[in-house]
């Protein structure tokens, strides 16, 4: 609504514009300076040639969407405010026959009343055309955020997607692992069970090479007994360390072919045990003792 007001002390007609409209939220004061700030930045990096647009202020502001709209129809009022007066000085001629014409001052007045309603039409105009701008800025900021929202949520999904996988491969290699241990467990208790046989065995040799010092003792006490009873000890004693060097052969292959296998194992726990970095906490492996 346009209104007019005569001064008759000033001889001045006044234009009071009035405007009606849905009422907007207004920001905080601290977010409207720095929208403020932003704006007249951007603005005078443009040249003051065109206004930033909506998307441009909130970004460099680093405001939410409906604040920097707010934001931005308010710094654009106050532009056209700063180049459009909202009072009009009554021409010269209107003074000095305003005590004798005062229907030719009505009629100048009407003209410059006129004029005034054409300017306030203009910026009303203006200002109608910079508000559709606006809407069209931020109906196409939100189109972009959109777009970046659903980017953003591609990409959380496929990194989900790659932990899920990843979570699989090491429980995959878990279970390896977890073979393979076992089977080296039980190729340290053969060896172990090899190796008390080899000790059994040397004892066993000991005992024999005892047996067969004192068999030698005996024989020489007793070579007076004859030759052939000597010849036959001889020869037990000769089956005796055939045996005993046979049992103690065997026993060393099998040590030596059980300690071959246990390397073997380790170097393929080795090899299997590679370190895996997990996405997430829910996918950390504990090792064992």
């Known amino acids: 609504m346009i209104c007019l007001k005569v001064d008759k002390n000033s001889s001045r007609i006044i234009l009071i514009m009035t405007s009606t409209g849905a009422a907007i939220m207004r920001p905080a004061s601290d977010t409207m300076e720095r929208i403020s700030a932003a704006a007249d930045e951007l603005f005078e990096q443009n040249g003051r040639a065109t206004y930033p647009t909506v998307d441009a202020v909130r970004k460099a502001a680093r405001v939410n969407m409906n604040d920097a709209n707010s934001g931005m129809r308010e710094w654009r009022r106050n532009q056209m405010a700063r180049a459009v007066p909202a009072a009009v000085q009554i021409p010269a001629a209107i003074t000095e026959v305003q005590a004798t014409l005062v229907a030719q001052v009505w009629q100048v ?29 931020m109906a196409d900021a939100f189109e972009a955020q959109a777009a970046e929202l659903e980017s953003l949520r591609s990409g959380l999904r496929a990194a989900a997607d790659q932990a899920e996988s990843a979570a699989v491969t090491v429980r995959a290699l878990q279970g390896e692992v977890d073979s393979l241990r076992a089977r080296l467990a039980s190729s340290e208790s053969d060896a172990r069970r090899d190796a008390a046989r ?33 010849r036959a000890h001889a020869l037990e004693l000769a089956a005796v360390r055939a045996d ?37 906490a829910r996918y950390n492996v504990k090792e064992g003792p």
């Open 109 to 137: 007045a009407q003209a410059v009343a006129g004029e005034s309603l054409g300017a306030a039409q203009a910026t009303w105009n203006a200002e109608r055309n910079q508000l559709e701008t606006l809407n069209k800025e």
């Open 198 to 230: 080899m000790e059994e065995v040397e004892r066993r040799a000991s005992e024999l090479c005892r047996e067969l010092d004192h068999a030698h003792q005996e024989l020489a006490a007793a070579h007076a007994g004859g030759r052939e009873a000597m």
């Open 244 to 280: 005993a060097r046979q049992a103690e052969a065997v026993l060393r292959g099998e040590l030596d072919v059980s300690r071959q296998q246990q390397r073997e194992l380790m170097q393929i726990v080795s090899a299997a045990a590679v370190p895996v970095i997990p996405g997430d």
